[in-house]
């Protein structure tokens, strides 16, 4: 491949979306067993990061006489928590005890597709290579992606000839939608927190977690955010879900349990479909949708129409305090399954960290589910973080990370 005959430009949506969608087309974006699961984009090659702060598209272009699209890569900008430490600016003693996140710039690289035929020829290098310097050039410090680790060519290219370094390795837990609604324990009240109760919520509660972004309010604000779900036990807040307080006399006085998480709308940005499986695997998921729709006191667990396109609502910002916290959690599950059920989703999924507390509460089918995802990290200067936390790339896994809808 001669080097004048690529061009890496900034995508061009007059003129390359029909390009760009031949090219996700021929690619996978992952695997389970013999199954390929393939991502439609819904006619917007952007879609994915059109909600972050700051992003970017690259298309690589052959020419130079029949131009042709053989390659595409995303990116985003954002600023998150890298780590934490005690404030010491308090007026007192006990508010320069209060542990405060420290933030850094991070860019995140998704979509990195090259075409089938034109693989081996340095072209994800060169894409890859192009948006660092974008990224470089907005002041991010750190720049990370995630894969499957049985990826081995994209490991290979980022950990051996990018200078990526294995980071963390969250799981990702995929519950179907069933054609029953599922029941939710009436030991449990749930709310629905406004936006602004969210916000300062998981701003009191979970600035401090690793991945944690700052711009949580736009985050929350956002049309494809459906809600925060807020559950305590029903003897808290006895005449239910009318007696919410507010949420200053929440975490002025909390109860001794709840949980939380919020719902994004996966489902208007990307729909999935399944490629592959048996004759025999096809009719028994549409018969047990069948008899489930047909039966739905019998509670049959049955399989979504997953080899048709079917959209998703992505679980995020779990979390809770207390000794029933877990029951709380599996209870906002139930929640979200019915809510994705009213929207026509097939599945609900989150991702998590791998040692997270609630991880095992969370319901889910492994079949669907990935155990171990994996996320690389490179450092791309000098920290500039507000703080010191020195190199984030070898900091110790926390308990839990926050995963940003924005960039499931």
């Given amino acids: 491949m001669s080097e004048k005959s690529l061009v890496i430009r900034p995508f061009d949506p007059e003129r ?27 006619g917007d090659p952007i879609c994915r990061i059109r ?40 007026k007192n003693a006990a508010e320069k005890n209060v542990t405060v996140p420290i933030y850094t710039k991070l860019a995140y690289i998704l979509g990195l597709r090259v075409s089938p035929c034109h693989r081996r020829m340095g072209i994800g290098l060169k894409l890859v290579s192009r948006m660092e310097v974008w990224f470089r050039e907005k002041g991010a410090e750190y720049s990370y992606m995630a894969t499957d680790k049985d990826n081995e060519a994209s490991l290979k290219l980022f950990t051996t000839r990018l200078g990526y370094s294995k980071f963390r390795t969250p799981s990702v837990l995929v519950q179907p939608v069933f054609a029953h609604r599922v029941r939710i324990p009436n030991r449990v009240t749930i709310f629905r927190l406004n936006p602004y109760d969210a916000e300062t919520l998981y701003r009191h509660r979970f600035s401090t977690t690793e991945f944690f972004p700052r711009d949580i309010d736009s985050v929350l604000n956002n049309k494809l955010s459906l809600g925060t779900f807020l559950a305590v036990p029903s003897h808290a807040y006895p005449h239910g879900a009318e007696s919410w307080p507010g949420i200053d006399s929440f975490l002025c006085d909390p109860p001794e349990s709840w949980a939380v998480l919020s719902i994004w709308n996966s489902k208007e940005v990307f729909r999935l479909r399944v490629q592959g499986g048996s004759w025999a695997k096809r009719v028994l998921a549409r ?29 995020y910002g779990l979390g809770g305090e207390g000794a029933e916290s877990a029951r709380l959690t599996r209870a906002l599950c139930r929640h979200a399954h019915n809510l994705a059920k009213e929207f026509g989703c097939g599945v609900v ?30 450092r791309l200067g000098e920290d500039y973080s507000d703080g010191s936390v020195g190199d984030w790339t070898k900091s110790v896994p926390g308990p839990s990370i926050f995963v940003d809808p924005r960039e499931f």
């Fill in 349 to 378: 999924a989150t991702e998590v960290a791998s040692c997270e507390p609630l991880r095992l509460e969370i319901p889910h089918w492994k079949r669907l589910s990935c155990a171990e995802d994996l996320w690389c990290i490179k």
């Fill in 51 to 90: 909600h972050s702060p700051a992003f970017l598209m690259l298309v690589a272009e052959m020419g130079p006489e029949k131009k042709e699209i053989v390659g595409l890569i995303r990116g985003c900008i954002k600023t998150v928590t890298c780590g934490k430490r005690l404030s010491r600016n308090g």
């Fill in 16 to 42: 390359d979306c029909l390009g760009v969608e031949m090219v996700e087309r021929k690619c996978e974006v992952g695997t389970s067993g013999k199954i390929s699961l393939f991502t439609d984009l819904m």
């Fill in 287 to 315: 018969t047990s949708r069948v008899v489930d729709q047909a039966l739905p006191w019998l509670k049959i667990p049955s399989v979504p129409e997953i080899f048709r396109p079917f959209g998703l609502h992505f679980l």
